[in-house]
């Protein structure tokens, strides 16, 4: 499938409706920030205040969240802001000196994972994590050949941004790179398990027959640019058996699914009884804050740490810490694994209800507060309906619900909310889905 | 010269004369962050508060700071921490929306470049600038080619991190990428504008002669890891001309001259009066929190702007941006470039005057708050003291002083504190050092 680089939900400059106010705006990020960055919805949102699930523009008009999932805990949490600002006016230096708010978190957020993942190494970004995993991995195994699903996202560093097909044509993959298909079950034939371990092993295989040795197969364990891809629970097992067997690693990215979202368990590669080599982190770990971070078997870490030194200026600084560490407090303080479970449940429930009676609503994937609806033509499965999807995303957007949309197909609803969105929330959302499903 | 990777200045294991707390606290680290990190010092020190240009142990022990040029306006400073604090509570989105606290930053950011270089885009680290700055060069030039100084240090991302050979050997260079001589007066024969450019054209040569296209040559434009070089002013210019001549363009890495720290401009490439085609920043840009940029003309972020989009989710954050704002406020307002100029001209003046003393006082380069004084054998600015620089700087580690040392031969002392500096505080690091010399 050809992809042009054009991003789902992306401003087209020029179009929609904006204020004059926002013209200016639109108008001087182009002249200030260049070419390259991108705006969400045909008319976008201009915001100015966070708090909880709700975002207000500067009109002081509210709209529920439904997309951040950087905000996990809630925008502007006042235990975490109070975090940061408390540390920021103490200490906020490097991991050079000896300082015990980074080895309190990394112990805290070790407890978090099996006891064979015991090392931890602090990023500021999910891709720096993902780009540490990459040299990692190369001076571990030898082999430099990488395996990603075909509309993967990693990130955005030169050598990550090679292994993220999602960013288009324009971006070219590395050559060491191999894409194989997402675990879609509409679309892979037969055992799923079996089909994505025989695609893995193709690209093992073809890497192999240039002469190029595998490295790693990566995957983001719910395939949230895919589409979101969550199960079956175990399927992923046969693939990192194939890539281990190849001699790769198997790095779950957990930047998207982590810290509690998939509700059954803190790390999406839970739900597939398999335990990883590396494991990346991002976005939630600091509900906003740059922290990230890399999570590792010690003797994955072994040929890397034995030439070559690690040092991340702002990772793992004290105020990194202190604000990822009352995240943490949050997360499981206020029980929200648990309320993503619950009120993920009821709002794949609330979903499934609304699809009896409109045929635009395809197959759905849910693993707690990470949905992905499709929407079809006609109730075909098969048959994506990228231009009804945009129709969606845009007027939930005129009714002050923010969401957006996802998948090579363009056609998936990606549903990803703040953890602490409630019953209430999603019966917001459901009124005002209904209405926008009922404009056509 | 062979670089084994060692750093300098780390602390070596088992060694030193630590606290058993401090003890336990290089325990846990080892256990829980892996073998890639390092301390500082023969005995490392455990950091607890910072204020202006103190740093203060567990004990209560006060360090002044003459090294860390990321607390640039000054450890904690209240008004940058306000800031954060502030913007932290109200809301901390991303770019994707419209807001306006980015481009007000990125609009007076920019007003202190030269009008030429007219777009910023935001990452959180030096290191995703510099390879953003490396993607859109490959995109720009269509080449690949990059040329850095021998000893140069631009960042951790696997392409970055192939392109800092600082780093030792145990991280392999990219097979695309050339190294030439640092422009050390001392060591480099005849003009040094031309030698500099000399070796520039040498390396474009050798990369053509391998049917590598040029893409790049980036320097820091204080050469802070190959022994900081600071002039004569305009020397860059030749060297400049024939990556251009090339094809290729010039990046500035002002990660760590700018920001004010060399007193007589805003950035480091200003007093070669030249015109970089992009400039990195970093380290000082908020004090401490995690924001990065690039900056550039808009004619060279075109072709990637085509065919690629950027997001970096924290990247230009409403905190980033607050924070950032805030800490432009200081330099700006407390006149910290120029305290820089004056304050920097007192610290040479008094290293000179010590110099007199001390024939292990060699060369001494300065630029305001950037200083790199050799330490040599009897006088012979040619023969290089590793294990005395290696003396006085944990010498004065024991004395309460802060700094560390670089350069390929281990034997420059790297003056760099926070631009809040005074010139009692000179006074106090230089009767410091006295006593330090005075011991051998």
Known sequence: MKNDGTMVNAYVPGKGNLSEADQALVARRRAALGPAYRLFYET???????????????????????????????????????????????????????????????????????ADLSHVMFTCTGSEANDLAYRIARAHTGGTGIIVTENAYHGVTYAIAG??????????????????????????????????????????????RHGIKPAALIVDTIFSSDGVFEGPAGFLQPAVQ?????????????VQPGFGRTGDAMWGFQRHGLIPDMVSLGKPMGNGYPVAGLVMRPDVIEAFGSKARYFNTFGGNAVAAATAM?????????????????????????????????????????????????????????????????????????ARVLISATGPRQNVLKIRPPLVFSKANVDHFLTAFEAVLKQG
Not at 88 to 105: E, N, Q
């Open 326 to 398: 009352a995240v943490l407090d949050v997360v499981q303080g206020e029980g929200l694994q648990e309320n993503a479970r619950v009120v993920g449940a009821y709002f794949a429930e609330g979903l499934r209800a609304l699809a009896k009676d409109h045929d635009a609503l395809g197959p759905l994937r849910a693993a707690g507060l990470f949905l992905g609806q499709d929407i079809v033509q006609g109730g075909d499965p098969l048959a994506p309906d990228a231009a009804r999807t945009s129709r969606i995303v845009n007027g939930l957007r005129q």
């Open 44 to 114: 976008p949102v201009h915001l100015v205040r966070g708090e909880g699930v709700w975002l207000y523009d500067a009109d002081g008009n509210a709209y529920l969240d439904t997309y951040n999932n950087v905000a996990s805990v809630g925008h502007c949490h006042p235990h975490v802001v109070a975090a940061t600002a408390r540390q920021s006016a103490v200490f906020a230096s490097h991991t050079r000196y000896l300082h015990d708010t980074v080895l309190d978190y990394a112990e805290r957020l070790l407890a978090t994972f099996p």
């Open 242 to 254: 194939a890539i281990r067997a190849a001699g790769g690693l198997f790095i779950a990215d957990e």
């Open 163 to 208: 292994m993220s097909p999602s960013l288009g044509e324009g971006v070219p993959l590395g050559e060491h790179v191999r894409t194989i298909p997402a675990p879609d079950p509409a679309r892979m034939a037969g055992d799923l398990g079996a089909a994505f371990a025989a695609a893995v092993q193709a690209a093992i295989d073809d890497l192999l």
